[in-house]
Structure formats: structure tokens, C-alpha cells
């Protein structure tokens, strides 16, 4: 079993075959613990279904509904299928497709986007940026500093900003997770990049959350307050797989306003230059 931890959460995956374990232990290599695990997960590549049927694979801006079914969600697609116990803590994930690690990616992300929501935490679509104290040491500028959120969906800008930020550790160009923290919130890397990123400095980083900017893109750079109910509405667009259940939409919207009030919440107009860190609090 190989253990997974993403801000805290434990997840033990049991991957079958054996090439599909190893090439799992070397994607997730970054983000693996010896501890034991909160959750256990078992995999199963069907490489003979593979073979017969079609070629597909997972995209990043693809959502698969999930189903509810007593205490479990299923997930079901044309190259996978699962189902997740959050009361047994336990789930199991099969697989039909040609790129075993691409779908069972899908199945992780949603996975972890359940734990979060289960503990009071978000997955979110955003790019994270932890950027350096001033006045610090060189060597402890980054574990002083605070992160940047840029929510976004595909195309919002998310990755373009990463790009444009050279001095800033980048927790996540697509997905990051955050827990609740005394009276404020800590925004973790995720191992849930855009695929074609190279760059990916700060993938297991953390810091403090200071502030959350919905991307627009424009000619001109300037920052927008988001009222509360609009900033809200911001959050929860940009939550993926638990948007899409209404039985818990209510205390999305509660925990999404709380977050709200606890960091602010703007509109960032900005243009394909770094110019915009000049209006961010450092």
C-alpha cells in the first residue's frame, strides 16, 4: 500500500497490477508519508478491457457527476468507475481505459475534494502562489509568506499568472486545498496540475491564505471588491464535484461566506504582464 497525504489528509491506495502501483509511487512520489492512513482506497486496471475498448482518457475540464447511494458516491465513466464509503472509509476504483494513471487521477482529485468537504475544507479551481516575506532572511522568505489564491476556471488566466510570477512559490496552477485554521485558513499545494505545466516550484508548500482574487482579464489593472454574496457565489463556482450536489450546497454556501469574511475576496483585472503584484498586500 502506498500512503498519500495532501494537507494532512491520509489516503493508503492498493493499485493492481503492479506496474500500475509503481507508476502511482512515481507520480504522487512528492506527496507520499510513511504514516499511517485516515482513508484506504483499492485500484484495479482491467488491461485486458483496455485493449478492446476505445481510446480515452481523463481531461482536467471534464466533471463527472457523482451519484449518491446510501452512504457512498459512484463515480461512472466510459473508462472508469468507482465507489467511495465516506462512513467505512474505504473505496475502490476500477479501471478500463489505456491510460490507467490519467483516470485514476480523476478518481484521487474527487476523492480528496470529498475528504476536504467531509472536514470542513475546500478543493478549489485556483492557481496558489506563496509569496516571500519582505525583511526576511533569503533562506526563510517563502516559509514566512503568505499565499495568494487565483480562482478561475479553465482559460480564467490561472497558469498565465504562474507564469508571470518568477519570485513566488507556486503551490498549484489548477487545484489547491484548504483547511480551516485557528481564525483563518491555510491554503496547501496539490499534486492536480495542468498537464502540460513544467515549472511546479512549490507543489508541497503551504502557507497562510491572505487573499483571493477571481481573474478577469483585461487591458487595464485594477482590483474589484466582491460584495458578499458575490464573493461567495466566486467560491462556490470555483468548487468543483461538491458544486455539483444540491443535498450539499447549503453548508457550501455557509462555509464559502465564512471564508469570505475571514479573507477577502476581489475581483483581479490584469493583462500578461506582473504589473498586478503591485496592488497585492505583501
Wanted: net charge neutral; with cysteine; hydrophobic share 40%.
Amino acid at each position: 500500500m502506498t500512503t498519500l497525504d495532501l494537507a494532512g489528509w491520509r489516503v493508503g491506495f492498493a493499485c493492481h497490477p503492479a506496474s500500475v502501483a509503481a507508476a502511482f509511487t512515481e507520480r504522487y512520489r512528492s506527496f507520499l508519508t510513511d504514516a499511517s492512513p485516515h482513508f484506504g482506497a483499492t485500484v484495479f486496471w482491467d488491461a485486458d478491457a483496455a485493449t478492446r475498448g476505445p481510446h480515452t482518457e481523463w481531461s482536467a475540464g471534464t466533471e463527472v457527476p457523482l451519484q449518491v447511494s446510501g452512504n457512498s458516491y459512484l463515480l461512472d465513466a466510459p473508462s472508469y468507475c468507482g465507489r467511495i464509503d465516506m462512513v467505512r472509509a474505504e473505496a475502490t476504483f476500477s479501471l478500463r481505459g489505456r491510460a490507467p494513471l490519467a483516470d485514476l487521477e480523476y478518481c484521487v482529485r474527487t476523492l480528496y475534494a470529498l475528504l476536504a468537504d467531509r472536514d470542513g475544507g475546500l478543493l478549489m479551481h485556483a492557481a496558489g502562489l506563496l509569496a516571500p516575506a519582505r525583511n526576511h532572511p533569503r533562506s526563510t522568505a517563502h516559509r514566512n509568506g503568505h499565499v495568494h489564491l487565483f480562482v478561475g476556471n479553465s482559460g480564467s488566466g490561472k497558469s498565465t499568472v504562474v507564469g508571470l510570477s518568477p519570485h513566488a512559490l507556486a503551490l498549484n496552477d489548477d487545484l489547491v486545498l484548504l483547511r480551516h485554521q485557528g481564525e483563518g485558513w491555510m491554503a496547501y499545494g496539490t499534486p492536480f496540475w495542468n498537464a502540460e505545466t513544467a515549472g511546479r516550484s512549490g507543489e508541497t508548500a503551504s502557507g497562510p491564505l491572505t487573499g483571493i482574487y477571481r481573474l478577469v482579464q483585461d487591458h487595464d489593472v485594477f482590483l474589484e471588491r466582491c460584495g458578499p454574496a458575490a464573493a461567495a457565489a466566486e467560491l462556490i463556482a470555483n468548487c468543483p464535484v461538491v458544486n455539483g450536489d444540491p443535498a450539499r450546497l447549503p453548508e457550501l454556501i455557509a462555509r464559502c461566506s465564512r471564508l469570505a469574511n475571514a479573507v477577502p475576496v476581489q475581483r483581479l483585472h490584469f493583462r500578461k504582464d506582473s504589473e498586478f503584484w503591485g496592488l497585492l498586500p505583501r
